[in-house]
């Protein structure tokens, strides 16, 4: 027996593929008396308690019935330097960075700053059940280092880049084509496949990036194909019309990403609202990721992503928090939120669907999904524990839910991070509080 030799009890609930709805069977897994065995940091075995007991009759079980178990939750699109300015006021996306974000981003400058911050960022993403998230830096490679650093120190699976930007910003947050051509190579050598770090080369946006910087991430990307590029698309309309002006011989915003090399299956698009035929034509040609990032998307204004639209095309969007222009670091919120934009579209978000989305969906956006992402066998025991009855409003409701559907529809829609009982990652659990006991009480 290894020190994370453990098996954990509770309800379990995996996805193996995205549900038509709640008859899809096949597409998940639900065992209501379940049990994932969990050693060396992964799971060595999921089933039913009575399967799972029987094959490992010495090993310690934490109890958290009756809670929910699942894949901890990937979030695909989050800005680490942000923290600090989540819920800034009154404006949309250019005023907002003008006036708020960059300011801010300076800041990461210093080291010690920066270390301070991923501290929080990373406890803030634990007790809200993240495991794995992709960041954007600031652009100074000391924010990366840091944010590796502290991933490193609680053995999380995480993917970062610092931004490259070269215009558009204040003096202290550009770089040039070169250096940050330059800087990001050295934190690839530092960091990509160190751990369960992934780096993911990150050009902001074509409004802060000359072509020469442009060039400079194509080349990169090519250099590194395994790591993943990401950037924002097609955001909001002011932000297009200058990213046009920028770029006048682009066909459209999407074409000054693919003219230098930075639109393949392993690039992520946050935004991506304001498309034309073209640009969804290339991203279904090219098997880019668009990123919906709902909180964030209503916060600023910026309008609403088409999902079905998009999935009609056989595009597989992410779903992400976007903080700090995202409100929340909920992914529960997130999907809550999710579903109401859509709602706007007159498109449906079944529960499971939004579930599968949080957990198995985002890990394949990542190309993680033989990690992380599914609670199978041999994977990453990243697992978030869920209490549907956290709070009195979700008690209230969950004494009248009648499927697991409904339980976790009253979960998105009610629950953040009061309703992560715990999370644990590559087997240890993180949060100082043990709900299973409390659970056991009551
Ligand atoms: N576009 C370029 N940078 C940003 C950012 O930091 N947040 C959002 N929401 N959009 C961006
Ligand atoms: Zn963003």
């Known amino acids: 027996m290894t020190p994370t030799d453990q098996i954990l009890r509770g309800r379990l609930l995996s996805f193996a593929r995205r549900p038509e709805g709640p008859e899809d069977r096949d597409a998940y897994t639900y065992l209501e008396d379940g049990a994932l065995h969990v050693a060396n940091g992964r799971i060595v075995a999921r089933g039913t308690w009575d399967e799972v007991r029987a094959a490992a009759p010495e090993v310690p079980v934490v109890d958290h019935r009756p809670h929910l178990i ?11 330097p942000q923290i600090e300015m989540i819920a800034s006021w009154g404006a949309q996306l250019l005023d907002w960075l003008n006036t708020y974000t960059f300011p801010t981003e300076l800041r990461f400058d210093d080291p010690d700053h920066a270390a301070a911050m991923a501290r929080a960022f990373f406890d803030l993403l634990l007790s809200h059940g993240t495991t794995t998230a992709v960041a954007f830096g600031s652009v100074h490679p000391q924010s990366v280092d840091a944010f590796f650093t502290e991933a490193a120190r609680r053995d999380m699976r995480m993917l970062a880049g610092k931004v490259m930007m070269d215009r558009n910003a204040p003096e202290g947050l550009r770089d040039t084509a070169q250096r940050g051509y330059d800087e990001s190579r050295a934190l690839i050598g530092r960091w990509h496949g160190r751990g369960r770090a992934g780096y993911a080369i990150a050009p902001r946006f074509a409004l802060t990036s000359t072509p020469a910087q442009l060039q400079a991430a194509g080349a990169l990307a090519a250099e590194f194909p395994d790591c993943p590029v990401q950037t924002h698309l097609s955001e909001n309309p002011a932000e297009i019309a200058a990213t046009r002006a920028l770029f006048p011989d682009a066909p459209d915003y999407l074409g000054i990403y ?42 600023l204004g910026s309008g609403l992503f088409d999902d079905a639209g998009l999935r009609a095309r056989g595009i597989v969007p992410g779903i992400a928090t976007d903080v700090g222009a995202g409100t929340s670091y909920s992914m529960l919120a997130t999907l809550s939120e999710g579903y109401k ?71 998105q829609v009610l629950g953040d991070d009061r309703a992560v009982a715990q999370v644990y990652v590559a087997g240890r659990a993180q949060l100082g509080r043990d709900r299973a006991d409390v659970a056991h009480a009551a």
């Open 258 to 299: 693919e003219s230098h090399g930075l639109v393949r299956g392993n690039t992520l698009l946050g935004h991506a609202i304001h498309l034309e035929p073209r640009e969804i034509d290339a991203l279904a040609e090219r098997g880019a990721r668009p990123v919906f990032c709902p909180t964030s998307n209503l916060f």
């Open 70 to 80: 699942l894949p901890g939750f990937v979030d695909t699109h989050i800005h680490f």
């Open 341 to 411: 934009v859509l709602q706007l579209r007159g498109q449906k978000l079944h529960p499971l669907a939004a579930f599968d989305w949080i957990t198995r969906g985002n890990a394949e956006v990542l190309g993680l999904a033989d990690r992380i992402g599914t609670l199978d066998p041999g994977t990453e025991a990243d697992v978030v524990v869920l209490d549907s009855r956290a709070t009195p409003d979700m008690a209230l409701r969950l004494s009248r839910a009648e499927s697991l559907s409904e339980e976790l529809f009253a979960l």
